[in-house]
């Protein structure tokens, strides 16, 4: 069964400690994307990666880190330096982009919900 | 900058009636538009890509329109039902750029 998946599905952290979310898919596609989602407000972007060993920040990156040592893992840290960590964060992969022929369809795993204790 | 409104009040329609949900954006020329269902604590599903060339697309029991004049996209939902109910996210998109998601639109459909 292809997809993605993230884990753990709640975590709990004190305030000061770093925590890491993972996110691992098996639909082979080169392009992962972190999401943070908080009540009644659309997704925001954290971090996306289009390739191998390649990231960009996205509009919200402060705090937090990631890195994509692997086509199929693009875990996520959320950094003591994150002001309010609370939310519920969301990994996602798509196709990466061939000139003109991606149309964008991401493909979400289940999310994480992360609670500051 | 760039920015998309979704209706912000959720809608509460009768089953067998018709929802439809509006996405406006501004500041904005995108040549996609995606539209996907959230359920509550789970992650989004893509239903319905639209490109700026198509006017109307239709699956099943969804319609999606793309007015790049008003800048706006409509997705109805016919003959509702029950299990349709949930948020719907809209996401337009330009070929190599990032998805910008509105906050969504919580629909609820009552038997």
């Known amino acids: 069964d292809g997809g993605i998946t993230q884990s753990p599905k709640y975590l709990f952290r004190k305030e000061g400690q770093n925590v890491t979310l993972s996110c691992e898919q098996n639909?082979?596609?080169?392009?992962m994307y972190w999401y943070r989602q908080d009540p009644g407000q659309g997704l925001r972007l954290i971090y996306y990666s289009q390739i191998v060993n390649d990231f960009q920040k996205g509009d919200i990156a402060e705090g937090y880190s990631v890195s994509r040592e692997k086509k199929e893992s693009f875990p996520l840290t959320v950094t003591s330096a994150q002001k309010n960590p609370t939310a519920f964060y969301l990994c996602?992969?798509?196709?990466?982009?061939?000139?003109?022929?991606?149309?964008?369809?991401?493909?979400f795993g289940e999310g994480s919900r992360l609670t500051v204790l | 900058s760039q920015k998309i409104e979704q209706n912000s009040e959720a809608l509460n329609i009768q089953e067998g009636k018709t929802a439809t949900l509006t996405c406006n954006y501004t500041?904005?020329?995108?040549?996609?538009l995606q539209w996907y269902r959230q359920d509550p604590g789970r992650g989004p599903v893509f239903l319905l890509l639209i490109r700026e060339n198509e006017k109307e697309k239709r699956k099943e029991r969804l319609k999606v329109t793309f007015d790049t004049t008003l800048k706006q996209s409509l997705f109805h939902i016919t003959a509702s039902q029950p299990a349709d109910s949930a948020t719907y996210l809209c996401a337009p998109y330009n070929q190599g750029g990032k998805l910008i998601f509105g906050q969504g639109t919580e629909l609820s459909v009552k038997p």
């Open positions: 996602a992969s798509s196709i990466a982009s061939p000139r003109g022929t991606n149309t964008g369809e991401l493909f």
């Open positions: 500041n904005y020329s995108p040549a996609y």
């Open positions: 639909l082979n596609h080169d392009a």
